[in-house]
Each structure stands twice: as structure tokens, then as C-alpha cells.
């Protein structure tokens, strides 16, 4: 909807159906190279549709959950379709901020789409939103500063290294490296030195995130909260978070190869300035490493000795709100992003960031333009993407589980006992999750 | 006092009044209105004074409203203290005092958020100001991330940030009083101490109590650098109650929970300023009838 | 204190000061010049190259301009002279009406007045959004610059001043026969010019970095703020810190140049005006 005083909107409605059949669709997300790429969807979806105009609004990344929450608290009728981060879809439906997709775009949607990304659009039963795209992590590693240390880089892709989907396969299932083995590795290179003398061993790239730090209780099998979502007990505080939990808080306290603060993107500036022997990033900053001087690597996902795979995924969904007067035109441009061969044809091509569409997962397997690197971590990704990935735990109190989680783990690395910090955590999403379900 | 010529009332105050209802007054009470409500199962629902009663019992709520006492106790003396003595300083006539008083200047144009950004870099184990400590053999001290520092840290932050635009509201005070005063007491043999404590201080009562009110108001609200730095840790040591609201409201999505400690804040904010409007302003020599 | 000691120990305190103030902001200004992957080079760990712009570049300048950064930094400047211009006159006006005048109520409303800034502004962001909204100033200049006209801290300021200003003065002009409004533009206007500009200094700053609602108020972006503007220097992935930097530095110039003309009425000062009792 065009900005209009609340009073006229009505009006302006009744004329706008009457006089001439334009519909104006908003969608309010993140600036920058997705604001691109959804640009360049949009302007397909108008060619086609002469009485559909598709108009983007913008926040800068920092800013846009609160704001965009202040929006569609507001039931703000001017936004059509909000850009939704997977796991705040469980709290946007409970507070009725956004609408659930009809059965026919569900049913169309987990026939095209990879479960887990069905499943964390998916809140009390009913599809809520639709997946962009998806995400990926994997092992960074600098070969020189590695092999300077007497240590053995993994194996991995590498400049110049051709990967067919076997190979890739027989990589990501049996030549995945430990969190053991980084941290051997990690004490070799950093000494007692690290990040004065000598570079820092490793570091992950969001510094205490649940998205980021999930698969290390998940690698020891255990979730994060119970299937009911109503408590983090015996989860978070289990016996598989703690061993977890410890091996983080060692990283930084017993064997101190581990920054304890890093900024957003710090990581990998680190990383390209030969600081940082290992990283576990996104696949985001591939490109951003394959320019620098840096000899590097992409290793698989760590796992524990004695646990199985497990990888961050999840992205950007796109909904479309309850406030929005023109529902069925938002679901359909919604459908025709998400869903359509054109829609997410462009959209890959744009951004360039994992598909949540078999199609295009199954494209990137078998078109050989994916062998050579680096577009073979695309490849490594997509694998990921179907065998090892878990999605974070639906549940309204998402937010309170973030930031307890993300508490707990800063206060572990700045020295409080792992017990200590995980049973607070768990007491604030009990109680968290005891409010927001009140009946 | 003057009778008061109705028209030129109405003429001079409804811009202001008028301003201040429609874009203050009225939302703060739609605000205070929403701290009666809380959202039950996706629905919007009345509980009255439910919100209160919750935080009487919430331990997270108690331990952040020591923490705001302690941060506000600290960093308010310590910023009119030093805003005074920079507007001191400021207004001495001395060579090269030009190029000083610019660099005074310095940190009002920077924004907070860049200015936090940059500290961080300062004060990292591995930043800046340890690696000066480290050259006299000093440190590393974890400034951000030890309970013992972190607070200070982040009072020293908005300390740099705050103390040059307090400076200028001091330095216009200064120039209120008139300088034949402070003459006449050098003439008659006054040291330069007396004469800051029985003179400039006493006339520079309101302006003082302008500033103390101002600074105090905006220690009470400040979070940014909480947000940005400290998420409120390590172990709670600098979760301020308005960033335990920021959460509440815009990141939990609960917005009657963090109304309602949005009102305890200002309660609280209000006897302290009760407090100091009854300390600092009987004093201007008001004229007998 | 021998006079020379106290100068020695007044530059020292001085010097001190300015270290403190400069040195932070030295490395921010050197770092706007380096190309973006070398800014934390000589950080982690921290060696004193790090206070040289080695390597150098101005591709970050180049950047910000680029990006459209001078009509980002014109907005602003309009946005915060109209809302310094009309504050002025706003809040001086009614400071002036609590400052000499009684009217039933007073005490109340002032304190009212007093207490409307006590609020965080995130407290009522939402509430005045749907107020804004429905007076249809959304995407306008109106929706920046009105509701951050009339101040209770900037009426507070010149009430205070007000009430210091010697009721004689008033009651002279009274008894030439001036009006109200020309005593306070010929008799309490020039006294309270170090007033004027603190007050003018805080609702431009207040512009200067105002970024929530910004964001909220001009949702179509097409007419963007400093803050709003910087905000897009971190995106998901990345942060332009070089560029950062550099329009941290310009931000930070501008109010300083515009401070630097009016010193003279602060400075001359002691010397000079001021309120005789």
C-alpha cells in the first residue's frame, strides 16, 4: 500500500478497486545485496503482471528486527510482505504479526523444498512462511600458518582443487575433522601466545551465537529445548551441552587459542590477515578470503570424536502480513519468489546463497560448472544442507532462548563455571517460555 | 510578579504546550496505557497491574535496579565534576587556549554508537590501551569482559562522549555570572579556591541544577553502549534496568513488561530529581514583596 | 600557588584532557584512510604502527561520496537548522511565559513540561509513529523535524536563565512603555545568547544523531539521515569500517566548525556581558 493517512486508507481502497486495478505490494527487509536480489525478482514478477507493482523498503541489518517489530506491532497496513528470519516465524504468528499460507502453497512447498526449511517456516501445524534461501557453514583454514605449526591441515577444498559430487560426498561422511583435532591443532599454532606473539588457533565467526554454537550439543546429540518447546531442562544442562559447553569454555580459558570478543566480521578480517590459523564461518565470506594473499582452505563442519555431523542452517523466509490489505497478491508474489523455477532461478543467480529447492540443490550436484573451486563449497553446502543440518528449535520464546544462550556462552568464555552459566540459561527460558504460554 | 496578560500567555506558551501534548504527552500515555496489558496465547489482554506485580517477585528486575543505583551513584558526580572543571578550564585566557578548546569540541559530533564502536577497539585484551599498559608492564586487564571492570568501562565510554556537551551548558552558565564579582573578591584576597566554592559555585546554582537534572535523566535512559558492548553480562554486571526494557519491549516482543519497568525507571527518576530541585534551586536571591 | 606552578599544572591538566579526547578518535581518523581489509592489521595485538595510515588510501572517501553521502549530510543539516530555528523560538517563548509570569497551575504544567523529556524515547517511538501516521507525515520532512521542535529540556533551560534575569530590567521597559514580546526580544534575547546557543546546540545534536526514528518515520528511504546513512556501512555479512570511520570524521567536523564562530560569545564572556545584580 502507498503511505496514506489512516483515515483516507479506506477510501483510498474503495477507489482504488473501482478506478484502476493497481495493486501496490510492499515488502520491508534488510538492505544491501539481498534488497538486490529481491529487486531483481520483482522487477520479473512486474513484467508479467501489469497491475501489480512491487515496491522494497529497507532497513539497515542492525536495526531491522526492532523496527520492523515496531511495524507490524503497529498492524501497520502499508507492509504486504515482511522478510522474516527463520526462527522469530514462531513468534511472529503467536503474536499475529503475519498469515499462514493456504494448504495448496503448504502442500506445493514440501514437495519442492528440503524438509528443514519447511519445518522452521512451520508453526502450530501451519505454514507461515517461505524459505529465500538457506545457510552453510564450514572450516576456513590457513594452510601456511597450519603446516608452519607442524600440523597437518585437513583435507579440504583448495585453490585450483576439482570436486565431483562422489568426492564431495566421501569428504563431507568420512574425512570430516574433530573439534579434538582443532584443538590440537589450535594449541599448536597459538602456544600460550595467541593473539599477542603468535596468531589465535581458531575461532567460530558469531562469537557465542546459538546459530552458530547449536551443533556442538548437536554433534553430542542433544537438542536444545524439549519437542514441546516448554523447557530447556535436562537439555541445555544435559550432560551432552556440558561436555560441550567445556570444550568451548577451554578454548578460551584452559588452552587460550581463542579470542574472547570478536565483532561482527571480525573473524574473517582476522582470518585474511594471517591473525587466525582456523575459522568456522559462513560461506558468505568465500568469496571475500579467495581475494586475499591468504593460502587457504574449506574443510567440512567440525564434529566430535564421538558424536555425528551437525550444521548450522536457515536463513531468510519471506511472510506476508495479517495487516496487509492485499493478501492474496502478496501470498502469490510470495509463492512466485519462493516457490517458482523463474522466481528462485533468479534470486540464486542473484545472491548466489544456498537454495532451499531440491531443483536447485539437485542442479548444483550434478552441473559440472559446480567441480572447480570455489564453487565447489556450494556444492559441500548443498550436501550439508541434506544430510547433516539442523534447524533451530521452533518455539515462541526464540528470542529469550537466543539471549540466554548467547549469555550463558560469553559468560563461560570470560571464566563462569559451564554449570553455573547453562542453569541460569535454562531458567530463563523456563521462565520465558512459562509466560509466553500462559492460557 | 507580573498580572498576567491572558492573550500573551496563550500567544507564547500554546506552540510549545501544544507540541509537547501531541508528540509526548499523548504517546507517553498510550506507553503508560500499554504497561496495563500483556499478550496471552497471540492475544491482547487486560491484567491491570499485573506487569508490577510480576517484577515484586522477579529477581532479574531487583539485581538490574542495583546495578542502574550503583552506574547512576558513580557516573553522574563524576561527569558534572569533570564537565565543571573542563568549563573551568574552557574559559581560562591563556596561549594556544584556542586549539584546546577545540579539541574539547571533539567528542560532541560523534555519535554514540561510533564512539562505542571505536572504545570497543580501545579496550580490547588485545587493543590499544593494553598495549600501552603492556609497554609499562601492565595488564592485559579484560575491561569489557571481567565483572570487576566491565560497569566502569562502560561509564568511562559515556563519560568521554558526555562530559564536552555538559562542558558547554557550564561554560554558558559561567558567563552569567558577572565577572566584577569574582574581581572584587581577588581584590580582597580571596584564593582562586574560595572563590570557586563562594562565588562561582553558588551562581552557578541553576545552571548546575539544569545540568545534574539533564545528565541524570539520560545516565537513567542510556543503554547503547550496554547494547552494543556488554548484552547486559558478564554475570548481569551491567544490565541497566533500561536495557533490561530494551529487551523486554523489542527483542522478547513483551512489550507490557518493559512498559512497566519503563515507569519504575521514571519513578524513581523523578524522586531524584524531586531530591535534587530541593537541594539546588531555593537559592536565586528572589526579591522581597 | 605561585602563579607559574598553576599555569604549569592548568596546561598539564589541559594537555591531559586533550590526549584523552584525541587519541581514540586518531586512530578512527587514520583508519578511514586505510584500504578496509587492513584496518585491524596492526590491532590484534596492538603495535604502534597502528596509529599510521600505512597503507594509504582515500578510496574511502571516494566511497562515502559516492554512496550519496553530501545529500545525506545536507538532509541533516536541513532537518536540524529548521528544528534548531524553530526550537528556539518555541521553547524561548514559553520559558519566557513560566519565567515572568503566574497563571493558576504553573507549577504543574512546568513540571509537566519538565518531566515529558524523562521518557526514552523507544518508550513512545511506537505510540507516536501511529500519531505521525495518522497526521500523514509519514516519508516527510514535517515527520522528523515537528515533534522535535517543542523540548521540556530546552523550555526548562530558558526558564532557569529567565528567572535569573533581574526583574528591574523588565519593569524598566514596562514603564517606557515597551510590550512583552519586545522586552524579551530587546532586553532578555541579547542577556541570554549563551543561553541560545546551548539550547541550539542541544536540539542539533538531538537531530544529529537521531536514528530510530529516522528509520521508522521515513520508511521509503529515500530521504536519509547521518545516522540512518552510517547504519548501512554493516550489513549482514560485512562492515565498510573504513567508510565508518570516514563519515564518523565528517560528522564529527561539522558541528565542530559550526561551534567555532560562536565561541567568541562564550569566551569574551568574563570579560565582557553578563547579568549585573
Not at chain 1, 492485499?326 to 548466489?352: C, E, P, R, V
Not at chain 3, 526580544?185 to 542539533?204: E, H
Given at each position: 500500500?502507498?503511505?496514506?493517512?489512516?483515515?483516507?486508507?479506506?477510501?483510498?481502497?474503495?477507489?482504488?478497486?473501482?478506478?484502476?486495478?493497481?495493486?501496490?505490494?510492499?515488502?520491508?527487509?534488510?538492505?544491501?545485496?539481498?534488497?538486490?536480489?529481491?529487486?531483481?525478482?520483482?522487477?520479473?514478477?512486474?513484467?508479467?503482471?501489469?497491475?501489480?507493482?512491487?515496491?522494497?523498503?529497507?532497513?539497515?541489518?542492525?536495526?531491522?528486527?526492532?523496527?520492523?517489530?515496531?511495524?507490524?506491532?503497529?498492524?501497520?497496513?502499508?507492509?504486504?510482505?515482511?522478510?522474516?528470519?527463520?526462527?522469530?516465524?514462531?513468534?511472529?504468528?503467536?503474536?499475529?504479526?503475519?498469515?499462514?499460507?493456504?494448504?495448496?502453497?503448504?502442500?506445493?512447498?514440501?514437495?519442492?523444498?528440503?524438509?528443514?526449511?519447511?519445518?522452521?517456516?512451520?508453526?502450530?501445524g501451519k505454514l507461515y512462511s517461505l524459505p529465500m534461501n538457506s545457510s552453510a557453514q564450514v572450516l576456513y583454514y590457513n594452510v601456511d600458518l597450519l603446516k608452519a605449526a607442524g600440523v597437518t591441515?585437513?583435507?579440504?577444498?583448495?585453490?585450483?582443487?576439482?570436486?565431483?559430487?562422489?568426492?564431495?560426498?566421501?569428504?563431507?561422511?568420512?574425512?570430516?575433522?574433530?573439534?579434538?583435532?582443532?584443538?590440537?591443532?589450535?594449541?599448536?599454532?597459538?602456544?600460550?601466545?595467541?593473539?599477542?606473539?603468535?596468531?589465535?588457533?581458531?575461532?567460530?565467526?558469531?562469537?557465542?551465537?546459538?546459530?552458530?554454537?547449536?551443533?556442538?550439543?548437536?554433534?553430542?546429540?542433544?537438542?536444545?529445548?524439549?519437542?514441546?518447546?516448554?523447557?530447556?531442562?535436562?537439555?541445555?544442562?544435559?550432560?551432552?551441552?556440558?561436555?560441550?559447553?567445556?570444550?568451548?569454555?577451554?578454548?578460551?580459558?584452559?588452552?587460550?587459542?581463542?579470542?574472547?570478543?570478536?565483532?561482527?566480521?571480525?573473524?574473517?578480517?582476522?582470518?585474511?590477515?594471517?591473525?587466525?590459523?582456523?575459522?568456522?564461518?559462513?560461506?558468505?565470506?568465500?568469496?571475500?578470503?579467495?581475494?586475499?594473499?591468504?593460502?587457504?582452505?574449506?574443510?567440512?563442519?567440525?564434529?566430535?570424536?564421538?558424536?555425528?555431523?551437525?550444521?548450522?542452517?536457515?536463513?531468510?523466509?519471506?511472510?506476508?502480513?495479517?495487516?496487509?490489505?492485499?493478501?492474496?497478491?502478496?501470498?502469490?508474489?510470495?509463492?512466485?519468489?519462493?516457490?517458482?523455477?523463474?522466481?528462485?532461478?533468479?534470486?540464486?543467480?542473484?545472491?548466489?546463497?544456498?537454495?532451499?529447492?531440491?531443483?536447485?540443490?539437485?542442479?548444483?550436484?550434478?552441473?559440472?560448472?559446480?567441480?572447480?573451486?570455489?564453487?565447489?563449497?556450494?556444492?559441500?553446502?548443498?550436501?550439508?544442507?541434506?544430510?547433516?543440518?539442523?534447524?533451530?528449535?521452533?518455539?515462541?520464546?526464540?528470542?529469550?532462548?537466543?539471549?540466554?544462550?548467547?549469555?550463558?556462552?560469553?559468560?563461560?568464555?570470560?571464566?563462569?563455571?559451564?554449570?553455573?552459566?547453562?542453569?541460569?540459561?535454562?531458567?530463563?527460558?523456563?521462565?520465558?517460555?512459562?509466560?509466553?504460554?500462559?492460557? | 510578579?507580573?498580572?498576567?496578560?491572558?492573550?500573551?500567555?496563550?500567544?507564547?506558551?500554546?506552540?510549545?504546550?501544544?507540541?509537547?501534548?501531541?508528540?509526548?504527552?499523548?504517546?507517553?500515555?498510550?506507553?503508560?496505557?500499554?504497561?496495563?496489558?500483556?499478550?496471552?496465547?497471540?492475544?491482547?489482554?487486560?491484567i491491570g497491574l499485573g506487569n508490577y506485580l510480576d517484577l515484586l517477585t522477579d529477581a532479574g528486575f531487583w539485581k538490574s535496579l542495583r546495578v542502574t543505583l550503583w552506574f547512576n551513584l558513580i557516573?553522574?558526580?563524576?561527569?558534572?565534576?569533570?564537565?565543571?572543571?573542563?568549563?573551568?578550564?574552557?574559559?581560562?585566557?591563556?596561549?594556544?587556549?584556542?586549539?584546546?578548546?577545540?579539541?574539547?569540541?571533539?567528542?560532541?559530533?560523534?555519535?554514540?554508537?561510533?564512539?562505542?564502536?571505536?572504545?570497543?577497539?580501545?579496550?580490547?585484551?588485545?587493543?590499544?590501551?593494553?598495549?600501552?599498559?603492556?609497554?609499562?608492564?601492565?595488564?592485559?586487564?579484560?575491561?569489557?569482559?571481567?565483572?570487576?571492570?566491565?560497569?566502569?568501562?562502560?561509564?568511562?565510554?559515556?563519560?568521554?562522549?558526555?562530559?564536552?556537551?555538559?562542558?558547554?551548558?557550564?561554560?554558558?552558565?559561567?558567563?552569567?555570572?558577572?565577572?566584577?564579582?569574582?574581581?572584587?573578591?581577588?581584590?580582597?584576597?580571596?584564593?582562586?579556591?574560595?572563590?570557586?566554592?563562594?562565588?562561582?559555585?553558588?551562581?552557578?546554582?541553576?545552571?548546575?541544577?539544569?545540568?545534574?537534572?539533564?545528565?541524570?535523566?539520560?545516565?537513567?535512559?542510556?543503554?547503547?553502549?550496554?547494547?552494543?558492548?556488554?548484552?547486559?553480562?558478564?554475570?548481569?554486571?551491567?544490565?541497566?534496568?533500561?536495557?533490561?526494557?530494551?529487551?523486554?519491549?523489542?527483542?522478547?516482543?513483551?512489550?507490557?513488561?518493559?512498559?512497566?519497568?519503563?515507569?519504575?525507571?521514571?519513578?524513581?527518576?523523578?524522586?531524584?530529581?524531586?531530591?535534587?530541585?530541593?537541594?539546588?534551586?531555593?537559592?536565586?536571591?528572589?526579591?522581597?514583596? | 600557588?605561585?602563579?607559574?606552578?598553576?599555569?604549569?599544572?592548568?596546561?598539564?591538566?589541559?594537555?591531559?584532557?586533550?590526549?584523552?579526547?584525541?587519541?581514540?578518535?586518531?586512530?578512527?581518523?587514520?583508519?578511514?584512510?586505510?584500504?578496509?581489509?587492513?584496518?585491524?592489521?596492526?590491532?590484534?595485538?596492538?603495535?604502534?604502527?597502528?596509529?599510521?595510515?600505512?597503507?594509504?588510501?582515500?578510496?574511502?572517501?571516494?566511497?562515502?561520496?559516492?554512496?550519496?553521502?553530501?545529500?545525506?549530510?545536507?538532509?541533516?543539516?536541513?532537518?536540524?537548522?529548521?528544528?534548531?530555528?524553530?526550537?528556539?523560538?518555541?521553547?524561548?517563548?514559553?520559558?519566557?511565559?513560566?519565567?515572568?509570569?503566574?497563571?493558576?497551575?504553573?507549577?504543574?504544567?512546568?513540571?509537566?513540561?519538565?518531566?515529558?523529556?524523562?521518557?526514552?524515547?523507544?518508550?513512545?517511538?511506537?505510540?507516536?509513529?501511529?500519531?505521525?501516521?495518522?497526521?500523514?507525515?509519514?516519508?516527510?520532512?514535517a515527520a522528523l523535524v515537528v515533534p522535535s521542535v517543542a523540548n521540556g529540556l530546552a523550555v526548562f533551560l530558558f526558564y532557569q536563565f529567565f528567572q535569573q534575569v533581574p526583574k528591574d530590567y523588565?519593569?524598566?521597559?514596562?514603564?517606557?512603555?515597551?510590550?512583552?514580546?519586545?522586552?524579551?526580544?530587546?532586553?532578555?534575547?541579547?542577556?541570554?545568547?549563551?543561553?541560545?546557543?546551548?539550547?541550539?546546540?542541544?536540539?542539533?545534536?538531538?537531530?544529529?544523531?537521531?536514528?530510530?526514528?529516522?528509520?521508522?518515520?521515513?520508511?521509503?528511504?529515500?530521504?536519509?539521515?547521518?545516522?540512518?546513512?552510517?547504519?548501512?556501512?554493516?550489513?549482514?555479512?560485512?562492515?565498510?569500517?573504513?567508510?565508518?570511520?570516514?563519515?564518523?570524521?565528517?560528522?564529527?567536523?561539522?558541528?565542530?566548525?559550526?561551534?567555532?564562530?560562536?565561541?567568541?560569545?562564550?569566551?569574551?564572556?568574563?570579560?565582557?556581558?553578563?547579568?549585573?545584580?
Amino acid at each position: 500500500m502507498t503511505r496514506l493517512p489512516i483515515l483516507t486508507t479506506a477510501l483510498a481502497i474503495g477507489l482504488a478497486t473501482t478506478a484502476h486495478a493497481q495493486t501496490t505490494l510492499t515488502i520491508l527487509m534488510i538492505e544491501g545485496l539481498d534488497k538486490g536480489a529481491m529487486e531483481a525478482v520483482a522487477a520479473q514478477y512486474m513484467q508479467d503482471r501489469a497491475d501489480v507493482k512491487v515496491e522494497i523498503q529497507s532497513l539497515p541489518w542492525n536495526q531491522f528486527f526492532q523496527v520492523s517489530e515496531m511495524r507490524l506491532k503497529s498492524g501497520d497496513a502499508a507492509v504486504d510482505l515482511i522478510y522474516t528470519d527463520a526462527p522469530v516465524v514462531a513468534a511472529y504468528a503467536a503474536n499475529g504479526y503475519i498469515q499462514p499460507f493456504d494448504a495448496a502453497v503448504a502442500d506445493e512447498a514440501k514437495a519442492k523444498l528440503v524438509a528443514p526449511s519447511v519445518t522452521a517456516g512451520t508453526y502450530d501445524g501451519k505454514l507461515y512462511s517461505l524459505p529465500m534461501n538457506s545457510s552453510a557453514q564450514v572450516l576456513y583454514y590457513n594452510v601456511d600458518l597450519l603446516k608452519a605449526a607442524g600440523v597437518t591441515p585437513p583435507n579440504g577444498l583448495t585453490k585450483g582443487s576439482v570436486a565431483n559430487p562422489d568426492a564431495i560426498a566421501t569428504l563431507a561422511s568420512t574425512d570430516r575433522w574433530t573439534f579434538e583435532q582443532i584443538a590440537e591443532a589450535a594449541k599448536a599454532v597459538s602456544g600460550s601466545e595467541g593473539g599477542k606473539a603468535k596468531p589465535w588457533g581458531f575461532a567460530f565467526e558469531q562469537f557465542a551465537e546459538l546459530y552458530q554454537l547449536q551443533p556442538l550439543g548437536g554433534s553430542l546429540g542433544s537438542d536444545l529445548i524439549s519437542a514441546d518447546a516448554m523447557t530447556a531442562d535436562s537439555y541445555l544442562n544435559g550432560e551432552a551441552w556440558t561436555k560441550a559447553a567445556t570444550w568451548w569454555s577451554d578454548l578460551f580459558n584452559s588452552w587460550n587459542v581463542s579470542p574472547r570478543s570478536l565483532g561482527f566480521g571480525e573473524a574473517a578480517q582476522m582470518f585474511t590477515n594471517g591473525q587466525l590459523a582456523m575459522f568456522v564461518g559462513g560461506t558468505w565470506n568465500v568469496a571475500a578470503v579467495a581475494q586475499s594473499s591468504i593460502n587457504f582452505g574449506i574443510a567440512p563442519h567440525p564434529k566430535f570424536a564421538d558424536g555425528k555431523a551437525a550444521t548450522p542452517t536457515g536463513s531468510w523466509y519471506l511472510s506476508v502480513t495479517k495487516a496487509s490489505p492485499d493478501a492474496a497478491a502478496a501470498t502469490d508474489f510470495a509463492h512466485y519468489a519462493a516457490l517458482s523455477d523463474q522466481g528462485t532461478d533468479i534470486w540464486f543467480d542473484k545472491l548466489n546463497q544456498l537454495p532451499t529447492t531440491n531443483r536447485l540443490l539437485d542442479k548444483i550436484n550434478a552441473d559440472n560448472s559446480f567441480d572447480a573451486f570455489p564453487a565447489s563449497v556450494m556444492r559441500l553446502s548443498a550436501w550439508e544442507s541434506r544430510n547433516t543440518a539442523v534447524a533451530r528449535p521452533v518455539t515462541v520464546a526464540f528470542s529469550q532462548l537466543q539471549d540466554a544462550f548467547r549469555t550463558a556462552f560469553t559468560d563461560i568464555a570470560n571464566g563462569v563455571a559451564v554449570d553455573e552459566a547453562l542453569a541460569t540459561a535454562v531458567d530463563s527460558y523456563d521462565q520465558a517460555a512459562k509466560r509466553l504460554n500462559r492460557k | 510578579m507580573n498580572r498576567s496578560p491572558i492573550k500573551l500567555l496563550v500567544l507564547t506558551l500554546a506552540p510549545a504546550l501544544l507540541g509537547l501534548a501531541v508528540f509526548r504527552a499523548y504517546p507517553i500515555g498510550l506507553a503508560l496505557y500499554e504497561s496495563l496489558y500483556t499478550t496471552i496465547g497471540g492475544e491482547r489482554a487486560f491484567i491491570g497491574l499485573g506487569n508490577y506485580l510480576d517484577l515484586l517477585t522477579d529477581a532479574g528486575f531487583w539485581k538490574s535496579l542495583r546495578v542502574t543505583l550503583w552506574f547512576n551513584l558513580i557516573i553522574n558526580p563524576l561527569q558534572v565534576a569533570l564537565a565543571l572543571a573542563l568549563a573551568l578550564m574552557f574559559v581560562q585566557k591563556l596561549p594556544g587556549m584556542a586549539v584546546f578548546r577545540l579539541l574539547f569540541l571533539i567528542p560532541i559530533g560523534i555519535s554514540l554508537p561510533v564512539a562505542v564502536i571505536i572504545w570497543r577497539i580501545v579496550l580490547l585484551p588485545e587493543g590499544f590501551l593494553n598495549g600501552v599498559l603492556g609497554g609499562v608492564g601492565l595488564g592485559p586487564y579484560r575491561f569489557l569482559t571481567s565483572p570487576d571492570f566491565a560497569l566502569y568501562s562502560i561509564i568511562a565510554i559515556a563519560t568521554w562522549k558526555g562530559v564536552s556537551y555538559w562542558m558547554i551548558f557550564l561554560v554558558g552558565g559561567l558567563q552569567n555570572i558577572p565577572p566584577e564579582i569574582g574581581e572584587a573578591a581577588r581584590l580582597e584576597g580571596a584564593s582562586p579556591w574560595q572563590r570557586l566554592w563562594l562565588i562561582t559555585l553558588p551562581l552557578l546554582r541553576p545552571t548546575l541544577l539544569f545540568v545534574l537534572v539533564a545528565d541524570v535523566t539520560i545516565n537513567f535512559l542510556l543503554f547503547a553502549p550496554v547494547f552494543m558492548l556488554t548484552g547486559g553480562g558478564p554475570r548481569g554486571s551491567t544490565n541497566v534496568l533500561m536495557y533490561e526494557a530494551y529487551k523486554s519491549g523489542f527483542v522478547f516482543g513483551d512489550m507490557g513488561r518493559a512498559m512497566a519497568i519503563v515507569v519504575c525507571l521514571v519513578a524513581l527518576l523523578l524522586v531524584i530529581v524531586g531530591i535534587q530541585f530541593r537541594l539546588l534551586s531555593s537559592a536565586p536571591p528572589k526579591e522581597t514583596p | 600557588m605561585p602563579p607559574v606552578l598553576r599555569k604549569a599544572v592548568l596546561y598539564l591538566c589541559l594537555v591531559a584532557a586533550a590526549i584523552i579526547f584525541v587519541l581514540p578518535l586518531w586512530w578512527a581518523i587514520l583508519s578511514s584512510f586505510r584500504p578496509n581489509d587492513a584496518i585491524f592489521r596492526d590491532l590484534f595485538p596492538f603495535t604502534p604502527r597502528a596509529l599510521w595510515p600505512e597503507p594509504f588510501t582515500l578510496d574511502a572517501y571516494v566511497a562515502i561520496f559516492e554512496r550519496g553521502f553530501g545529500a545525506i549530510i545536507a538532509n541533516t543539516l536541513l532537518v536540524a537548522a529548521l528544528t534548531t530555528a524553530l526550537g528556539l523560538v518555541v521553547n524561548a517563548l514559553a520559558g519566557f511565559a513560566f519565567a515572568l509570569f503566574d497563571f493558576p497551575g504553573k507549577s504543574t504544567v512546568l513540571g509537566i513540561v519538565v518531566v515529558s523529556f524523562m521518557l526514552p524515547f523507544e518508550a513512545i517511538a511506537m505510540p507516536l509513529y501511529t500519531v505521525v501516521s495518522q497526521l500523514g507525515w509519514i516519508d516527510h520532512v514535517a515527520a522528523l523535524v515537528v515533534p522535535s521542535v517543542a523540548n521540556g529540556l530546552a523550555v526548562f533551560l530558558f526558564y532557569q536563565f529567565f528567572q535569573q534575569v533581574p526583574k528591574d530590567y523588565s519593569e524598566a521597559a514596562r514603564l517606557e512603555g515597551a510590550g512583552w514580546l519586545r522586552i524579551l526580544w530587546s532586553v532578555y534575547v541579547p542577556l541570554s545568547l549563551p543561553t541560545c546557543i546551548s539550547a541550539g546546540l542541544m536540539l542539533f545534536i538531538f537531530q544529529w544523531e537521531a536514528f530510530l526514528w529516522p528509520l521508522l518515520a521515513m520508511p521509503a528511504q529515500q530521504f536519509k539521515v547521518i545516522q540512518v546513512g552510517m547504519a548501512a556501512f554493516q550489513d549482514q555479512y560485512t562492515t565498510a569500517w573504513n567508510q565508518l570511520f570516514g563519515a564518523a570524521v565528517i560528522t564529527a567536523l561539522i558541528p565542530m566548525l559550526l561551534l567555532i564562530p560562536l565561541q567568541r560569545y562564550y569566551v569574551q564572556g568574563l570579560a565582557g556581558s553578563g547579568i549585573k545584580g
